[in-house]
């Protein structure tokens, strides 16, 4: 760690004891910030085995959370480090405060050594949205800048009801849009998985999977039908357990080559590239057994 007065002269504090020994061979983009009283030290480790449903990424991304940070110790006790996203392709993030005091994260979606369609175009990879962070029960809460309700045009959707089968949603518009799910299960042992398929089509067997199982509390998203595949050596299909799924929100923003999905006002996120071809634009629910739902979908600009 350095430090400096005027960001012209730095001095050498010494290294930083982050108390993660062994963990991965190099850590990448560190980022030390405060955040609600809290010390929050976001980092991109790799060399870490997948443990579960967890490090399935070629590399990962995520955070540990200190009580203090004494910069005479340059030590970070903390109670271990959580992984921040867990979509195929969130990496690299940075972070910086608004005029406002927030602070706003982007991540590099995408990732080293691994290959994506665009590469033959010399094109390679993109930001994700502006997301803000909290703090909220020891975790980093991650949630899309207010800002972008501005790019919302026409509501092409907006149903709600109960459901029991599949309900295919009529739209035109290509891949460009922001989708609002929430779900309500039945207070029953015998909860079956609901899915909801965006850049569908049917006729082809295509799209990209989003389930969740109440049963399991587990969210799981699957790429493997969803247009031109690739990086399949690292897996098709992350999962997240998530605590409570009697209720869940959906909070989603499709793009031409990316889905970004926030669970739960942020408790999750699922940040992943897609290469969707023609005709993958459709968009269903299904349920096998009964849900109370509402859907709300906007055209993005």
């Given at each position: 760690?350095?430090?400096?007065?005027?960001?012209?002269?730095?001095?050498?504090?010494?290294?930083?004891?982050?108390?993660?020994?062994?963990?991965?061979?190099?850590?990448?983009?560190?980022?030390?910030?405060?955040?609600?009283?809290?010390?929050?030290?976001?980092?991109?480790?790799?060399?870490?085995?997948?443990?579960?449903?967890?490090?399935?990424?070629?590399?990962?991304?995520?955070?540990?959370?200190?009580?203090?940070?004494?910069?005479?110790?340059?030590?970070?006790?903390?109670?271990?480090?959580?992984?921040?996203?867990?979509?195929?392709?969130?990496?690299?993030?940075?972070?910086?405060?608004?005029?406002?005091?927030?602070?706003?994260?982007?991540?590099?979606?995408?990732?080293?050594?691994?290959?994506?369609?665009?590469?033959?175009?010399?094109?390679?990879?993109?930001?994700?949205?502006?997301?803000?962070?909290?703090?909220?029960?020891?975790?980093?809460?991650?949630?899309?800048?207010?800002?972008?309700?501005?790019?919302?045009?026409?509501?092409?959707?907006?149903?709600?009801?109960?459901?029991?089968?599949?309900?295919?949603?009529?739209?035109?518009?290509?891949?460009?849009?922001?989708?609002?799910?929430?779900?309500?299960?039945?207070?029953?042992?015998?909860?079956?998985?609901?899915?909801?398929?965006?850049?569908?089509?049917?006729?082809?067997?295509?799209?990209?999977?989003?389930?969740?199982?109440?049963?399991?509390?587990?969210?799981?998203?699957?790429?493997?039908?969803?247009?031109?595949?690739?990086?399949?050596?690292?897996?098709?299909?992350?999962?997240?357990?998530?605590?409570?799924?009697?209720?869940v929100k959906l909070q989603i923003f499709v793009d031409i080559s990316s889905i970004e999905i926030f669970v739960n006002?942020?408790?999750?996120?699922?940040?992943?590239?897609?290469?969707?071809?023609?005709?993958?634009?459709?968009?269903?629910?299904?349920?096998?057994?009964?849900?109370?739902?509402?859907?709300?979908?906007?055209?993005?600009?």
């Amino acid at each position: 760690m350095y430090r400096s007065a005027d960001a012209v002269e730095w001095e050498l504090l010494g290294e930083v004891d982050a108390g993660l020994p062994d963990f991965g061979f190099m850590w990448e983009c560190p980022d030390l910030f405060e955040i609600d009283g809290k010390t929050v030290l976001l980092f991109s480790p790799q060399g870490l085995e997948p443990e579960g449903d967890r490090y399935h990424n070629i590399y990962q991304t995520g955070y540990v959370i200190a009580d203090d940070f004494r910069m005479d110790e340059l030590k970070l006790a903390h109670d271990g480090f959580q992984e921040l996203d867990a979509g195929f392709d969130f990496y690299a993030t940075q972070t910086a405060e608004s005029p406002d005091g927030r602070r706003i994260l982007t991540a590099w979606m995408g990732l080293p050594e691994i290959e994506y369609p665009t590469d033959s175009e010399d094109w390679a990879h993109c930001l994700t949205l502006p997301r803000e962070l909290s703090l909220k029960d020891g975790k980093l809460m991650q949630q899309p800048v207010r800002e972008l309700v501005a790019l919302r045009k026409t509501k092409t959707v907006s149903d709600a009801g109960l459901l029991s089968e599949t309900k295919r949603f009529g739209r035109d518009g290509a891949n460009c849009y922001e989708l609002q799910l929430e779900l309500t299960f039945p207070a029953s042992a015998d909860q079956a998985p609901v899915t909801l398929d965006l850049c569908e089509d049917a006729a082809n067997d295509k799209r990209f999977r989003i389930t969740l199982d109440p049963s399991a509390k587990k969210i799981t998203i699957d790429r493997s039908r969803c247009g031109i595949p690739f990086a399949e050596d690292f897996g098709t299909t992350r999962s997240l357990a998530v605590e409570q799924m009697e209720k869940v929100k959906l909070q989603i923003f499709v793009d031409i080559s990316s889905i970004e999905i926030f669970v739960n006002d942020g408790e999750a996120t699922f940040t992943s590239r897609v290469f969707p071809e023609a005709g993958e634009t459709g968009l269903s629910l299904a349920a096998g057994s009964t849900i109370d739902y509402s859907l709300d979908l906007w055209e993005l600009a």
